[in-house]
Each structure stands twice: as structure tokens, then as C-alpha cells.
């Protein structure tokens, strides 16, 4: 009898840890297998474009809330990012300049995850030939979404989904600083600078306080 008490004093707590780790997943292993970015050298013209691991995935409501990290030059950089989890299907092209009504308002967040995000915005600064002049925001980062994709990404399902993001730049028009591309197949997330021009800018953006 006492062991069948036991069992099922068990049951609640196996539940509640079962359905506490179906809300975030653990993705990727040692710090020593994550992927090495290459920045590339310093005031190149050549677009960075930078991949990193997905390393935890958070599910909410109606986001995914994930921690992404690589490895620069055997230092660990990264940040965390959340993204609707239902984002409407686009019409499968780029574009330079889209029409404020045409995006998706707030539909990715960036959040600095401490001395990895700073040591990001360090190696960004240093490779954009510029000097940061605070570490990563401590405010979120909000961006506007124009999706790539043909199809709705549901990033409850494993796929690959592509996205340009915008921040505001005129009243009516916006334009793109950011391509996204998120594999959940493989677990990696890469960040594509659209424009060189835009380097000091999107500096200032991720260092705001």
C-alpha cells in the first residue's frame, strides 16, 4: 500500500515536469559545438552574413521565443529572439522599399541575453569599422516582418522560413536592413545585412538604452 501511495503522490510531479519540458527545448550541445561566424575583416563591403545555433526554444502562446549563440574566435556571441509563431505567408520575393501597411508590425523581438549580446555588438561595431559606444540594449528591439515565404510559417512545424525585417526610416515607407532566415530542421538562425549603408544604423538601433 505504501508503494501505491507513493506512485501516486509521483503522478502530479512527473506531469508538471513532462509538460514543463514540451515548453522549452533544449537544441544544441556543448558550448564547443556551436558554429564559428566569420565577421570577416575589418570595413569590408562585402555583406556579413552570419549564422548561429539555436540553442533553446521557448514556446508561448503565439511566439517562439529563442536563444541563439556561436562562437567568435572561441568567444561566445549571441542574443535571444522571438518570433510569431503564425507569421502569413508573403509573395516568395525580396524588396527594397515596401509600403508601412504592407508589413507585419512587431512580429520579431530581439532581447540581449548579457556579455554574449555585448560581445556581438563588439565584434559587429569592430568589423563595420565603427566603435560601440554602449554594450547591447537593454530594451527589446522590435521589427517589422515582410515574410519571404509562400506558405504560412508555423514554426510549431519543422521547416525553413525567410523573412526581411524593417525598422522605421520614413513615415509611410520602410526599409529593409535585416534578412532573417530560420532552419528548425537543423536548428540554425542566420542574419544577413541587407545594405552596407545601414552598418552605423543598425548599431545605434542594438545599442540603444
Given at each position: 500500500m505504501k508503494y501505491i501511495a507513493l506512485s501516486l503522490l509521483l503522478i502530479p510531479f512527473v506531469f508538471l515536469t513532462s509538460c514543463q519540458s514540451n515548453q522549452?527545448?533544449?537544441?544544441?550541445?556543448?558550448e564547443s559545438d556551436l558554429t564559428e561566424v566569420n565577421f570577416g575583416q575589418a570595413s569590408d563591403t562585402a555583406l556579413v552574413d552570419l549564422t548561429f545555433d539555436i540553442i533553446e526554444d521557448t514556446k508561448t502562446d503565439s511566439t517562439h521565443i529563442y536563444t541563439v549563440q556561436?562562437?567568435?574566435?572561441?568567444?561566445t556571441v549571441g542574443f535571444q529572439i522571438e518570433i510569431d509563431a503564425n507569421i502569413p505567408a508573403g509573395t516568395g520575393t525580396t524588396s527594397d522599399v515596401i509600403l508601412k501597411d504592407t508589413?507585419?508590425?512587431?512580429a520579431i523581438t530581439f532581447r540581449s541575453i548579457?556579455?554574449?549580446?555585448?560581445?556581438?555588438?563588439?565584434?559587429?561595431a569592430t568589423r563595420f569599422g565603427l566603435t560601440p559606444s554602449k554594450s547591447?540594449?537593454?530594451?527589446?528591439?522590435?521589427?517589422?516582418?515582410?515574410?519571404?515565404?509562400?506558405?504560412?510559417?508555423?514554426?510549431?512545424?519543422l521547416g525553413e522560413y525567410s523573412f526581411q525585417l524593417y525598422f522605421p526610416e520614413a513615415e509611410n515607407t520602410y526599409a529593409p536592413m535585416l534578412n532573417l532566415k530560420i532552419n528548425t530542421n537543423d536548428n540554425k538562425l542566420e542574419l544577413k545585412e541587407v545594405d552596407a549603408e545601414n552598418r552605423a544604423k543598425l548599431i545605434e538601433l542594438f545599442s540603444q538604452q
Open positions: 522549452t527545448a533544449k537544441t544544441a550541445g556543448t556561436a562562437l567568435n574566435n572561441s568567444e508589413l507585419i508590425a512587431n548579457g556579455e554574449n549580446s555585448n560581445a556581438l555588438l563588439d565584434a559587429l547591447f540594449a537593454t530594451q527589446a528591439v522590435h521589427a517589422s516582418v515582410f515574410p519571404l515565404n509562400t506558405e504560412v510559417a508555423i514554426l510549431d512545424n
